[in-house]
Antibody, heavy 120, light 107 residues
């Protein structure tokens, strides 16, 4: 059974940093592209970042480029999202998601989500 | 960015009814479209990919169709467990974008 378990969320002040982790199990982690998707009641679902199977290629939405860094450790079956210079508009539930087979760009499995609140 | 517009925003239907949700893209997305179901307090779950391919384990009462800029999700014989929000997503071009969602309730 595919499982994705996020951790690392919480309350953080604007301008500070937070690092999310996503532990994967139930599949060969190194064979799949991975992603982070966030959701708010006002903006809905937003794709945030993606990373290729080996980690050599990364992709970001414009609003987080230069502030967020996606990475992965295939030996630990874990992906990460380092979030720096956080803004109030980054407040959201963040989901770890697996890209479809052969790095298709839909998301075939999602974690339970972790809340990130950016506020002073 | 490609804009995804879903309609209706909310929908009320009876058990056993057939329901259709529409998704319109601001440009041709060449069937690079997925549908997700999200139940309250849960994460989204993939239903359909490539516009009309059913994801593993998804009941056959769900189906997707469309092409170009117009796509739809159909639910045949509505069940109580289908009460949820439904989202479309285009993955033809970066940044991948989602529709605003359709909230489906029982009448």
């Amino acid at each position: 059974e595919v499982q994705l378990v996020e951790s690392g969320g919480g309350l953080v002040q604007p301008g500070r940093s937070l690092k999310l982790s996503c532990a994967a199990s139930g599949f060969t982690f190194s064979n799949y592209g991975m992603a982070w998707v966030r959701q708010t009641p006002t903006k809905g679902l937003e794709w945030v970042a993606s990373i290729s199977t080996g980690g050599g290629n990364t992709y970001y939405r414009d609003s987080v480029k230069g502030r967020f860094t996606i990475s992965r450790d295939n030996a630990k079956n874990t992906q990460y999202l380092q979030m720096d210079s956080l803004r109030s508009e980054d407040t959201a539930t963040y989901y770890c998601a697996r890209h479809g087979y052969s790095s298709s760009h839909y998301f075939d499995y999602w974690g339970q989500g972790v809340m990130v609140t950016v506020s002073s | 960015d490609i804009q995804m517009t879903q309609s209706p925003a909310s929908l009320s239907a009876s058990l056993g009814e057939t329901v259709t949700i529409e998704c319109r893209a601001s440009e041709d997305i060449y069937n690079g479209l997925a549908w997700y179901q999200q139940k309250p307090g849960k994460s989204p779950q993939l239903l359909i990919y490539n516009a009309n391919s059913l994801h593993t384990g998804v009941p056959s009462r769900f189906s997707g169709s469309g092409s170009g800029t117009q796509y739809s999700l159909k639910i045949n014989s509505l069940q109580s467990e289908d009460v949820a929000s439904y989202f479309c997503q285009q993955y033809y071009d970066y940044p991948w974008t989602f529709g605003g969602g359709t909230k489906l309730e029982l009448k």
